[in-house]
Nanobody
Framework: RLVESGGGSVQPGGSLRLSCASS????????RAWFRQAPGKEREGVAT???????ANADSLKGRFTISRDDADNTLYLQMDSLKPEDTAMYYC???????????????????WGQGTQVTVSS
């Protein structure tokens, strides 16, 4: 089970930190990720991290979003800085196993999903 928190409304240029607490079967999966979905758009990968801490970001988000994980308390994080209105979306965390590295920003690489947390960037 995955439960996101930390979403909200923020002005352009602001920051938010999302959290995703995991429990149960998801603890056995090696890699995690954040995805987002804006109204009328497909769900897109934001960033992924594996069990060794290696990360990858969507090219368009490099330098602004940082993924991290704390396995001691089974929590995934997404630090989002310099937020823009186009970052407005529902943000989801995901957990999966078995897919190669180059597929881990794709939805089919993930078995478990949270319910999402809304991020709205507006002045």
């Amino acid at each position: 089970r995955l439960v996101e928190s930390g979403g909200g409304s923020v002005q352009p240029g602001g920051s938010l930190r999302l959290s995703c607490a995991s429990s149960g079967d998801t603890n056995r999966h090696y890699y995690r990720a954040w995805f987002r979905q804006a109204p009328g758009k497909e769900r897109e990968g934001v960033a992924t991290i594996d069990s060794d801490g290696f990360t990858a970001n969507a090219d368009s988000l490099k330098g602004r979003f940082t993924i991290s994980r704390d396995d001691a308390d089974n929590t995934l994080y997404l630090q989002m800085d310099s937020l823009k209105p186009e970052d407005t979306a529902m943000y989801y965390c995901a957990a999966g196993s078995g897919s190669p590295w180059f597929e881990r920003l794709l939805t089919h690489a993930y078995n478990y999903w949270g319910q999402g947390t809304q991020v709205t960037v507006s002045s």
